[in-house]
């Protein structure tokens, strides 16, 4: 999954659209985006909230 793919979701599928860590995740993905951070920031915070929302499975490399 890309981070294009992350924000798709965080956007238009998630669960929980008011939780915190969603804003979150959403936030690093735009960072990522600009160039401010690295991919990684963007799994990090998509993981939690998944993990946060109940739709975390596992992780996979």
């Not at 860590?21 to 735009?30: K, P």
């Not at 991919?39 to 996979?60: G, M, T």
């Amino acid at each position: 999954m890309s981070v294009s793919d992350a924000a798709e979701v965080l956007l238009k599928d998630w669960p929980k659209p008011a939780s915190k860590t969603r804003v979150a995740a959403i936030e690093a993905c735009l960072a990522v985006f600009r160039g401010e951070k690295p991919p990684r920031v963007a799994r990090q915070a998509f993981i939690a909230a998944a993990k946060d929302a109940r739709i975390f499975l596992s992780e996979q490399n």
